[in-house]
């Protein structure tokens, strides 16, 4: 793997293998991202970009200081990371565009836009993101930006079902267009005055998305027809529908059971109970239900599998199996946890077959690279930041835990010999337990920080409801892949068997959160202080790699965000 003796041309690097140039220059752009957006006139004040050039010179400095011994390899390395620092806060002000009526009043209006996001909602409402494109006279500088749509009807909604938005249509909306409130929150809910409320428009903003657009069902209007590529993806999710509706009658397509299973494999949380949501949001298992990581990576292990039994060399397995999990996450509705997990999953896979001497870590910042080139704000939403810093969370904290686990029983030694056939099962359970809570222990780590800071809670249990459900996620998604690709009197049995699986899944959630409360009322108010938990975090992980003893690293990391999170919560 590259290191920083190939930068510098001076092989004095202190020895870590997490240590890569393409990291640090990430590091100094999201920095740059951040600043650029909370300081947006800082670089037309000439005073301020010398004074923040100074300061990130003497950061850049310090980092470049636990890097190399040599003062001269430190010196580039800082104003390295400071011009990268300048550059990527330019491009950031060059990319994006500011929000051009930050106190926009709701009014009565009429706005012609293109259909980007679609989801379905409770009493047949719809809801998704479109990009305006005929804006109304009050807000003409928001054309060609995004809004946020509702269409419903509220509780008077018609039992019928209504045709689904889809991607590509360019639809006319008659009804109240404003721009976001900051001060109003509701999620899940809840509302300012509790503690787990999200602000749903910090969320929004994050994405660069500056209004909202609320329509009667009367009122949003298709003016044309999706194109041919959404046509196309629109049938293939009709197919993956009546494929997970083939089912015995122990479990009818109407049944609670039937339902979840077709919520996780097409990540519809709409098809959720609201005690379900409830539920599975205050076990940390909420992300079952969302097409991301999980997913998409189970969908392209049994790909690879399929790949391997064909006989196709796994370099080439790419290119035979990224075309259809791209029609799987296109046929979801192509949303941008499922785009970052294919791309993610995409540039991982295409580095580690064509590359030579490259670690998955240094696949995963290739990927969270380009993925900010392509969008610089991605890293104000919080799916990304989630996607992104769990993974290599597990990279830097889960998996290293586990090899120290596994080293440690190794070394003790055991009563029988580990190619028996006790040896092996003993083993594979070790390797399912250990693994997964470590493999847990540092998601939750990973997660604690995002989730307190958006959602104003934490799930400390998630670190013991995640391996049970990550498991039965994995068999669920693989049983309705292979259920697809059969003919329906065999799916029957592929999705009754799933059904059962994700069926228990939700006892076990209902019933635990009845039993005892495994959510923790805190919220970091603070967007600088949680960058500097999730940083500190990750940064520990990776940086105590060759601390004596080893348990040390997995004691220290945690505890700055740890300290954080009890201040706030007890000062709440």
Known sequence: MAGFDTFAGVPEPIHNS???????????????????????????????????????????????????????????????????????????????????YPDLAPREAVVTA?????????????????????????????????????????KKASDGHRADFIPSQIVRFSGVFGGLSLDSFKSR???????????????????????????????????????????????????????LSENFSFFPPDSEASRTYSAMILGDKSLLTPEQKKAFSDTGT?????????????AAALLLGISS??????????????????????????????MRAFGMVAVVWLVLSFGRRVKVFDALVLAAAVSLAVSPVQIFDSGWTLSYAVVASILLYGAPLYSLLWERRMRKGLPFRKDSFVGKVNSAIFASLAGGFCISLGA??????????????????????SPVFVLGAGIAVSLGFIGFALPAFIADFTNAAACAVVGGMSYIAREGVGIFKPAVDVRIESGTLTLFAEGSFLFLSGALQNVKPAVLRFVIAPMPLALILYRVWITK
């Open 114 to 154: 293109r259909i980007i996001e679609a989801s379905r909602g409770i009493n047949n409402s719809l809801y998704g993101v479109a990009e305006i494109l005929e804006a109304p006279k009050f807000a003409e500088k928001s054309a060609g930006m995004r809004m946020w749509y509702v269409v419903s009807d509220g």
């Open 309 to 338: 039994l064909c006989g196709i060399n796994w370099r080439w397995s790419p290119v035979f199996c990224l075309p259809p999990l791209f029609l799987y996450v296109c046929a979801c509705g192509a949303r941008p946890s499922a």
């Open 189 to 243: 809910g809840y509302y300012a005055d509790s503690p787990k409320s999200a602000s749903f428009e910090r969320y929004l903003s994050g994405r660069r998305i500056f209004f909202k657009m609320r329509s009667r069902v009367d009122g949003a209007l298709a003016l044309t027809a999706p194109s041919t590529a959404a046509r196309f993806f629109s049938s293939a999710r009709a197919y993956m529908e009546r494929s």
């Open 444 to 465: 939750m780590f990973a997660a604690s920080p995002l989730s307190s800071h958006g959602f104003g809670y934490i799930s400390p249990l998630s670190v013991f409801y």
């Open 286 to 298: 909420m992300h079952i239900f969302a097409i991301s990581g999980l997913h998409v990576g189970f």
């Open 18 to 100: 997490y240590s890569t140039p393409l990291l640090w220059h990430l590091v100094s752009a999201i920095l740059a991202f951040c600043a650029a957006a909370e300081w947006e006139s800082a670089f037309r004040d000439s005073a301020r970009l010398i004074l923040f050039s100074g300061m990130f010179f003497w950061l850049a400095a310090l980092t470049a200081a636990y890097v190399f011994r040599s003062a001269l390899p430190r010196l580039r390395l800082a104003l390295a990371l400071a011009g990268t620092f300048l550059l990527a806060a330019f491009y950031f002000y060059a990319r994006e565009e500011a929000n051009p």
